[in-house]
């Protein structure tokens, strides 16, 4: 992925997450050219309001729920010591516990980065259940405000094609001046 106007980093292959929906081949990559502040379209006291506790730390965080949910929106489901792995290398994530259910998160993202230049956006979630709340717009605009308050000005994610209009008012950019995802993946190697 190379972003317009700064350095591009590879992420580690030891952070990449084996996930069918970030390295399909029809996924466009896409990247947000981020201002020094982003907004917010709910605040966090509206959404408490709501019953929605926000989570900044994975502390408490349920992984067996959580890979409920991504089988519940047909990512594969994923060992849980190495979600745990990828979670202990994750340099920003959000998430939101709904308060009846205690441990559980109904909306989950997080990014991985070089702490400085780059960030990428995974495992953007919400329950089926609690889709259309507005739950994944907020996740996406915390976890925003989290990288872009860092400094950090390329923030880059893998949609799928149904998604983009999600993304798009966030601010992201599909093939920004036409530059391209590649992706390699030893998963699709295998399937040859
Ligand atoms: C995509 C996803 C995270 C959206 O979460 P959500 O909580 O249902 O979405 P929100 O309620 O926050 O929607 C925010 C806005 O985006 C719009 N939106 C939501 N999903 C959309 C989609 N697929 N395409 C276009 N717009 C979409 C909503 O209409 C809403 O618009 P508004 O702000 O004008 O009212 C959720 O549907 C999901 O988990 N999908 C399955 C997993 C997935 O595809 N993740 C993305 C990986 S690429």
Redesign the pocket.
């Known amino acids: 992925m190379l972003l317009r106007g700064n350095i591009y980093a590879p992420v580690p292959s030891s952070l990449r997450l084996n996930f069918k929906?970030?390295t399909h081949p029809r996924?466009l990559t896409i990247s947000c050219q981020a201002s020094l502040d982003y907004p917010l379209?709910i605040s966090d006291e509206t959404l408490e309001k709501r019953g929605f506790i926000l989570r900044r730390t994975a502390e408490g965080l349920n992984l067996e729920a959580l890979n409920k949910?991504f089988v519940a929106?047909?990512?594969p489901r994923r060992d849980p010591e190495k979600i745990r792995v990828a979670l202990e290398h994750t340099d920003s994530l959000v998430w939101i516990q709904e308060r009846k259910s205690q441990n559980n998160a109904v909306?989950f993202?997080r990014a991985t980065g070089d702490g400085v230049f780059n960030a990428i956006i995974w495992?953007?979630?919400?329950?089926?259940s609690?889709?259309?709340?507005?739950?994944?717009?907020?996740?996406?605009e915390r976890l925003m405000r989290d990288l872009v308050g860092r400094g950090i000005t390329n923030i880059s994610?893998?949609?799928?094609p149904?998604?983009?209009?999600?993304?798009?008012?966030l601010g992201f950019v599909a093939d920004p001046d036409g530059i391209r995802g590649m992706v390699y993946s030893t998963k699709n190697k295998r399937k040859k």
Do not use: H, M, T, W
């Not at 149904?162 to 993304?167: A, D, E, K, S």
């Open positions: 929906s970030q996924n379209s949910i929106v047909g990512f909306a993202a495992d953007v979630v919400v329950d089926p609690f889709q259309g709340l507005g739950l994944g717009k907020a996740v996406v994610l893998y949609s799928e149904r998604v983009l209009g999600f993304y798009r008012p």
